[in-house]
């Protein structure tokens, strides 16, 4: 099974609008410069890598404008799973449609840490984001201290689960547009990335657990990517490992030479 790569960048609570159409130009000379050979640049919407970039809600429109020009969409980095409601501060699904977008990331470890989400919130959303015909990017990983206790299958298991507990009415083929991110807490942000023989086996593990509860042509079709100081320099390497789909990209996707080269990896990979 032949699975799409996906490069997702993830600009967290950074740029300004202002900032947006600079980058966008500055990524396309890096990329033009670069020339993936396998495609050519013309043609990245098409035969590529999906490339797109989770932006704060205010940068979402000109993001869109900047980014569908070069066939890159834009997606939330976060919303709410109810229809609408007193919600004080929260951005629903139909708000984000609104303005055309349908993809968001949910459960990022930055919203579970300092926002309070839990296993319980994410499914829920997740929910949502299928109801909602929405494309989410769900984030799963765990922390250092379970990670030396020797917990890591065991938190990833619960996350997987919570992810898909609350999509038993709903078909395969409408499960299509999910997309697990695996970002182990530990090496977000710190520059120390997990070795891809690592992230392999917990990419291999959360595609059994998606086997497991969804059964095998799901599982075989299900992309996973990986989050954690995701770089031009270890995107080679991670893209070996047979059940690497992609990158969640935070610090690198803020630079747009170091994301074209990242970009330019995805369609060599
Ligand atoms: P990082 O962030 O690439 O800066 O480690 C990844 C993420 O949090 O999505």
Not at 88 to 95: C, F, L, N, P, Q
Not at 123 to 133: F, G, L, N, R
Request: glycine share 8%; proline share 3%; aromatic share 10%.
């Amino acid at each position: 099974m032949i699975r799409r790569k996906i490069l997702a960048g993830n600009w967290k609570m950074n740029k300004l609008n202002v900032d947006v159409a600079p980058f966008f130009k500055q990524l396309k000379e890096s990329l033009e410069k670069l020339q993936p050979t396998k495609s050519g640049f013309n043609s990245i919407a098409e035969n590529g890598p999906e490339v797109l970039f989770a932006l704060p809600f205010p940068l979402l429109v000109g993001g869109m404008q900047a980014a569908s020009f070069y066939g890159y969409t834009v997606a939330a980095q976060n919303f709410h799973w109810a229809d609408a409601g007193a919600f004080t501060g929260e951005v629903s699904a139909a708000m984000l449609k609104e303005i055309g977008v349908t993809s968001t990331l949910i459960g990022h470890s930055e919203r579970r840490q300092f926002f309070g989400e839990t296993d319980q919130t994410v499914a829920k959303k997740v929910k949502q984001a299928i109801t909602q015909k929405f494309s989410p990017i769900v984030c799963v990983g765990e922390t250092l201290e379970e990670r030396e206790k020797g917990l890591t299958h065991q938190v990833i298991e619960r996350q997987i689960k919570s992810v898909f507990q609350d999509l038993g009415d709903f078909s395969t083929k409408e499960l299509a547009s999910l997309v697990i991110a695996y970002e182990p807490v530990w090496a977000i942000g710190t520059g120390k990335a997990s070795t891809a023989e690592d992230a392999q086996d917990v990419h291999g593990f959360i595609r059994k657990q998606a086997s497991t509860l969804r059964g095998e042509a799901f599982a075989q079709s299900l992309r996973i990517l990986y989050g954690g100081s995701a770089s031009p320099k270890n995107i080679v390497e991670l893209f070996t490992k047979p059940d690497i789909d992609g990158a969640l990209v935070g610090g690198a996707s803020l630079v747009a030479d170091d994301f074209a080269k990242m970009i330019a990896a995805a369609f060599e990979a």
